[in-house]
């Protein structure tokens, strides 16, 4: 039941405890669509609303084996092939001097993948949100937990879900305007 | 998750956060430092004193571009002076800001979320201090990135065979990784910082910077995890970029460099100098910043613990270094170490053993580490020691090598001296901005060590199959 002028329902709690038994209700209760924010790093939290895995360590994962290969054949072909220099007949694979740039490739390549995977996933940057429309979310940085229920969510129904959030003894609940 | 109130209580530790305090008093306690604290004198004094030093600095490397590196001291046989002297030691300083925000954090040492922001700052400008030496030293500054492997017209590549190719990656890997590490920490404090400020225009600013993190749990889950994956590499980079730096040395063949103790030796260098610095900066801010309650006593103390160690893991270094001087009975090594002793830079090798081997022993004592005036004296004496580690080994080895016909002496000139001071000046001009811009403790990592933050809710794993 999807409201074209609603991005969904907000509700406010003080504690992380209160927030989690909440998470688990709503999610419980069926909802899927469903977000919740606070202003710490909270693991129970992000378990209870059903979110459990994460693609960030694979992107980093892959940024580094890239970033690393790049790095030894960039050195293999340039010593090699590129750009060869005899002295005295030593070989011209010299693999344990490439080893180095090899590592410190890895480390760049997979740090950073680490760091733009994560943004990217997040979906940041994002210059406009709707959960910004409501005024005491300014609290989500500060001291405040918020779960929000999307409209688009299948059992998302106006008057229910508004009653089924109230019930969960919130702070407060509000309407998120898209 | 253990929590350090806990843990306190215990081991009668002095807290790492003073009871008292909630989600939205830490929120404000940092924030109103940027916000709402107008410019005092004090601050005032100490960037104009640092800007004076900077411009200071910037003549005397324009005089340096015009002319080139025969303005400082350098000459044959002594190429390397004082630009690779503070190179290396401004790397090394920059080394306790990671070993803070990464080794820490992965062997969840809780008591470094109130120090990791600006230990990470001070890593970012140390770095950027040190990255400016070898470019100033290259002659031809304006062609630094033929240091970089890129197609070009003259066919040529890097030789990857030698350390200073090495090192041009590691330090560029080191900054790019300090850099990302330091704004990851940042986004959710620019955040907050965005939802607390009044004014329209930094609202704005705050927002543009934070790039709309709004602090849905889906995002700290990946960004928790993103943090997590980059403690976890740069502690290996920040192992390997002191070690890469001891190669330029290690891999040649010149008396006292030619040593396989090098790598551990100058990374336990690093992080000895590293938290003087840490501490130099500490001190004075906790105090003039009134944050106290944030930076307890506790840090204070405990970096000057880290300290003592590394001292001690430095110490050994010294000795084994006089050890295979003798007993490995190479005539060159004999002679570099009779030169130390009683060569011409003599008293500057008593003096270093005199600041980083006798003076921090006071440190065994508990009172000093709780003397925060004595402790900022000692962590002054360490950095000048540390300082004069490094020009003992540039210098010493290189003015006396094998031929009596090549040996030399080296003398600093004016222009040495500027922009040695004057990377002392950029550093602290740009910790000035820091500490007035940007939120200098990190808002979000203090609430989690909040007594509030524990979760006691039981995990309905049931629930989640669904």
């Keep these: ?178 | 998750m253990a929590r350090p109130t806990e843990v306190e209580v215990g081991e009668q530790k002095a807290p790492v956060i003073q009871p008292g305090h909630t989600f939205a008093s830490i929120t404000d306690k940092v924030a109103s430092i940027v916000l709402r604290r107008p410019v005092t004198n004090g601050w005032l004094v100490g960037m104009v004193i640092c800007f004076l030093i900077l411009q200071w600095f910037l003549f005397a490397v324009c005089w340096l571009f015009y002319k080139g590196v025969g303005v400082w001291g350098v000459n044959i046989p002594i190429g390397w002076g004082f630009a690779i002297v503070n190179f290396v030691w401004w790397i090394g300083i920059g080394h306790a800001g990671t070993l803070i925000s990464a080794i820490l954090l992965l062997l969840r040492q809780q008591w470094r979320n109130s120090i990791n922001r600006f230990a990470e700052a001070m890593t970012l400008f140390a770095v950027a201090c040190a990255g400016m030496f070898p470019v100033f030293h290259l002659g031809r500054p304006w062609l630094a990135y033929w240091l970089f492997p890129y197609p070009n017209t003259m066919s040529y590549w890097p030789n990857f065979r030698s350390p200073l190719v090495w090192d041009v990656f590691a330090v560029s890997t080191y900054g790019t990784i300090s850099l990302v590490f330091w704004f990851v920490g940042l986004i959710p404090d620019l955040a907050s910082m965005r939802d607390t400020t009044q004014n329209k225009v930094l609202k704005f600013v705050f927002g543009a910077m934070s790039m709309g993190w709004r602090n849905s749990v889906r995002h700290w889950n990946r960004y928790e995890t993103a943090y997590l994956l980059l403690a976890g590499l740069a502690t290996p980079l920040v192992l390997s970029v002191h070690t890469v730096v001891s190669f330029d040395f290690a891999i040649g063949i010149v008396p006292g460099w030619h040593t396989t103790i090098f790598p551990p030796y100058f990374v336990a260098g690093a992080i000895y100098s590293g938290f003087a610095m840490v501490l130099v900066l500490a001190i004075p801010i906790r105090k003039f910043y009134d944050i106290e309650d944030l930076i307890t006593q506790r840090h204070v103390e405990n970096s000057a613990m880290v300290m003592l160690a590394t001292g001690w893991i430095v110490a050994y270094g010294y000795g084994i270094e006089a050890f295979v001087n003798w007993y490995g009975g190479d005539p060159y090594e004999s002679f570099l170490r009779w030169n130390r002793l009683h060569g011409p830079y003599a008293l500057w090798y008593y003096a270093l053993l005199f600041f980083n081997l006798v003076v921090p022993q006071i440190l065994w004592f508990k009172k000093v580490r709780n003397n925060n005036f004595l402790l900022f004296l000692i962590s002054l004496d360490v950095l000048v020691g540390m300082w004069l580690e490094r020009f003992i080994i540039v210098v010493v080895s290189l003015t006396r090598d094998f031929v009596p016909s090549s040996f030399g002496q080296y003398y600093p000139t004016q222009f040495d001296w500027a922009i040695f001071i004057g990377t002392l000046g950029f550093f602290s001009a740009c910790m000035f901005l820091f500490l007035r811009l940007l939120p200098a403790v990190s808002i979000a990592e203090l609430k989690t060590l909040l007594p509030q933050a524990e979760v006691t809710v039981e995990h309905e794993a049931e629930v989640h199959q669904g």
């Design chain 1, 1 to 178: 039941m999807k409201d074209p002028r609603t991005y969904g329902l907000m509700a406010e709690f003080d504690t992380v405890n209160d927030a989690i038994e909440a998470a688990h209700k709503v999610y419980g209760a069926g909802y899927r669509k469903i977000d919740a924010y606070a202003p710490f790093p909270v693991e129970e939290l992000s378990e209870a609303i059903g979110f459990h895995h994460n693609g960030v360590a694979l992107v980093c994962l892959v940024g580094g084996l890239l970033g690393g290969t790049a790095a030894y054949v960039l050195q293999y072909w340039i010593n090699t092939v590129g750009y060869p220099v005899n002295i005295g007949g030593r070989p011209l694979h010299s693999w344990p001097a490439f080893i180095i740039v090899t590592f410190e490739m890895t480390i760049l390549f997979s740090g950073l993948s680490a760091v733009f995977g994560m943004l990217a996933l997040n979906g940041l940057p994002q210059p406009y949100h709707p959960v910004f429309n409501v005024p005491q979310f300014d609290a989500a940085s500060k001291d405040k937990f918020f779960i929000v229920i999307f409209s688009s969510d299948k059992k998302y129904d106006p008057e229910g879900t508004r009653q089924f959030l109230e019930s969960l003894n919130p702070t407060s609940v509000a309407e998120v305007p898209s």
